[in-house]
Structure formats: C-alpha cells, structure tokens
C-alpha cells in the first residue's frame, strides 16, 4: 500500500490543538501528535518520495479561527494536498454557551467557505477532510460527555456533506475510536476524551496513511 503523494509535493495539515501538538515549541516543526506520526510513516514506507509536510494546527481553534488565517496559513502555501481537522472546540462553544459559539449551521457555512476558497484559488489542490472526535461512550444523560456525543453527529454530517460537495478523501475518526473502544478502554487511547495520547495518534495517522492510499 502507498498514498497518492507524489514526490516534490506539499502537503499541510491544519486543526486544533491536537493537530498543533507542540510544533510550535519543543516539538517544532511537525510537533509529537499524529502529524509527525504520518511523516515517520511515509519516510519508511515509501523513503524514495520526498514531499515537503506542513503542520499549522493551533490548540483551542475553531472553523472560524481557521477562516481568520486561511490565507497565511493555507493558501500562501499552494500545498498539493490539504488536511483539516477541526470541530471538537466549535461544539465545546456551542454547549457552554460562549459568546463567540459555533453553532452546527455556522460551523456548516463557514467550512463551505474556507474550502471553497481553496477550489477557487488552487483548484488542483487534494483534500482531506478528518470527522471531530470524542473517545468516550459515556451513558449518563446528565454528564457533559453525554451531550457532546449526542451533539457531536451534527458538527460530523458537515465533514461527511463537505467530503461529498468537494470531492475530499474522508477518515472517520469518530466512527474508528467507537470501535476501538468495544475492546479497550478509554485510556488505552487518551488521558481525556479530546486529546489522544501516542496510541491515539497512531490510530489517527494509520487512518491518514490508508485514506491517502485509496
């Protein structure tokens, strides 16, 4: 199995916090999260490709925040091949109430916009789109992590109605952690629901590499 990269290509992730990962401190450039993990993949799987990886995740971002650095931290860099994984902090917003929330219909439009920015200004450009996550499957209906799973297939049918509008590959990483949680429990893959640990990631770069692969 190899992914569709080419060699000279660029391909930039960009999310949240569990994108961003620490690659703007002590684990620069690409940080320690799923990111790097998909880069050591690539590099022993297929060594003879050389494709230039670039990771602007920033913890606590949101769509909207994405859209207020769209054209810096995307479209300056004419990648080949464009990840975004975002959604979990637009949903937390919502729940609690924030001032500045994201509801599933402006987390919804906005996302339309940014990747339709994307077709207009790089219409070659490859997307990959990674569905919000959340690694539980608690059942008390009066815990905050029951409302964000009952809330969460909202912010998810717009990653699985933006993959079909603009063609994008699709990892469904809720549906994968779901799953892995009928064998495991949750800590085998995070110390909290949001952020995974270094077995979460890998989970999360395997699915990259085989989306990648189709």
Known sequence: MATKLANGQTLLFIGDSITD??????????????????????????PQKKVNIINKGIGGHRVVDLQNRWTDDVLRHKPSWLSVKIGINDLHCFLRNNEN????????????????????NLPKCNLLLIDPFY??????????RHEVLHVLPKYIKTVEKM??????????????????????????????????????HLAIAEAIYAALSK
Request: aromatic share 10%; glycine share 8%.
């Open 101 to 120: 929330s994201v509801s599933p219909q402006l987390f919804e439009e906005t996302y339309d916009e940014i990747l339709g920015r994307v077709k207009k």
């Open 135 to 144: 690694i539980s499957n608690e059942q008390a209906k009066t815990s905050f």
């Open 21 to 46: 990962c620490g690659r703007r401190g002590d684990g620069k450039p690409l940080g320690t999260g799923y990111v790097n993990f998909f880069h050591q993949m690539l590099t022993i799987r297929e």
């Open 163 to 200: 993959s079909r509008k603009y063609q994008a590959r699709r990892v469904k990483t809720h549906e994968l952690f779901q799953n892995l949680l009928k064998y495991h429990d949750a800590d085998t893959f995070c110390p909290e629901p949001v952020h995974p640990n270094p077995t979460g």
